[in-house]
């Protein structure tokens, strides 16, 4: 079994900057692609960035050149660097682990963006 732990959201101005982590534990043998989703309220979960394990990057043109995604393998833990934030970027964040065969969520934390 994997547990994924997200922290660092909060409320925030727009402008303003905020640091997600997604930290996994338990049966850990390899951990593959890591991403982190949002939800926002009445719409559907989004993907909003991706790396592999090597580091390769991807990320959703609404968030490209405000958001920067990092990882750390030795600590099992993904992180997601937010700035210029917008009011559209409130929701829930999620992370999302693929540890083979299987793909973990996180149980989410809130980012809520004020105008």
């Known amino acids: 079994q994997v547990q994924l732990v997200e922290s660092g959201g909060g409320l925030v101005q727009a402008g303003g900057s905020l640091r997600l982590s997604c930290a996994a534990a338990?049966?850990?043998?390899?951990?593959?692609?890591m991403a982190w989703y949002r939800q926002a309220p009445g719409k559907q979960r989004e993907l909003v960035s991706s790396?592999?394990?090597?580091?390769?990057?991807r990320y959703a043109d609404f968030v490209k050149g405000r958001f920067t995604i990092s990882r750390d393998n030795a600590k099992n833990t993904m992180y997601l660097q937010m700035n210029s934030l917008k009011p559209e970027d409130t929701g829930v964040y999620y992370c999302?682990?693929?540890?083979?065969?299987?793909?973990?969520w996180g149980r989410g934390t809130q980012v809520t963006v004020s105008s």
């Open positions: 999302n682990v693929n540890v083979p065969p299987y793909w973990y």
């Open positions: 790396i592999t394990r090597s580091g390769s990057t």
């Open positions: 338990g049966r850990l043998f390899s951990i593959n692609d």
